[in-house]
């Protein structure tokens, strides 16, 4: 089956860190370009942060210097690791896969940071 498969969101106090994980199945993991987005209430979904398959990494600016993406492809997942996180970063957080415009989407976790 084709999927992927978010955990790790919740609730956490301004300053806080929490870990996303991203399990996929049903994918040549190793081929895809994975990405983490976003969407807020009333907000588009934006990008945060995406990791090829040579791990080059790519982040929104506002999310530069707290924000670590990271893959294992032994384990067909991928993870963000959030630290220093503001009121602003609450959102629902999406992991995507997308090879040659392909795009695979989870279902989404949501991060909820107060302030």
């Known amino acids: 089956q084709v999927q992927l498969v978010e955990s790790g969101g919740g609730l956490v106090q301004s300053g806080g860190s929490l870990r996303l994980s991203c399990a996929a199945s049903g994918i040549v993991f190793g081929l895809y370009v994975m990405g983490w987005y976003r969407q807020a209430p009333g907000k588009q979904r934006e990008l945060v942060a995406s990791i090829n398959s040579i791990t080059a990494t790519n982040y929104a600016d506002s999310v530069k210097g707290r924000f670590t993406i990271s893959r294992d492809d032994y384990k067909n997942a991928v993870y963000l690791q959030m630290n220093s996180l503001k009121p602003e970063d609450t959102a629902t957080y999406y992991c995507?896969?997308?090879?040659?415009?392909?795009?695979?989407w989870g279902q989404g976790t949501q991060v909820t940071v107060s302030s």
């Open positions: 995507n896969a997308e090879y040659r415009g392909y795009n695979l």
